[in-house]
Nanobody
Framework: HVQLVESGGGSVQAGGSLRLSCTAP????????MDWFRQAAGRQREWVVF???????SYADDVKGRFTISKDKAKETIYLQMNSLKPEDTAMYSC????????WGQGTQVTVS
């Protein structure tokens, strides 16, 4: 299985922004959907957002209006733009595709203070 690769995490102050990226060799965004999940320390992993192959999206209620998922077909990369970050957004963020042959990445840490 090919491992997804996330990047773009970091430490920001409340109200700040970050853009996360997710990609993998051979990933094709017009055939595969992608979810972002997050897991805060001591808590269960929770679903954040999904983008389908046709570009339709759905968001968890607590990120709606602040987070935006998109894709760059040329780079076969999925982006998660996170604005108006809150301390409760602090978590390890991971992406997962619904296409076979891929496995969870290492994740990227987002810390909001």
């Amino acid at each position: 299985h090919v491992q997804l690769v996330e990047s773009g995490g970091g430490s920001v102050q409340a109200g700040g922004s970050l853009r996360l990226s997710c990609t993998a060799p051979g990933f094709t965004s017009d055939r595969c959907g992608m979810d972002w999940f997050r897991q805060a320390a001591g808590r269960q992993r929770e679903w954040v957002v999904f983008i389908s192959p046709d570009g339709s999206t759905s968001y968890a209620d607590d990120v709606k209006g602040r987070f935006t998922i998109s894709k760059d077909k040329a780079k076969e990369t999925i982006y998660l733009q996170m604005n108006s970050l809150k301390p409760e957004d602090t978590a390890m963020y991971s992406c997962k595709t619904n296409c076979p042959g891929y496995k969870w990445g290492q994740g990227t840490q987002v810390t909001v203070s």
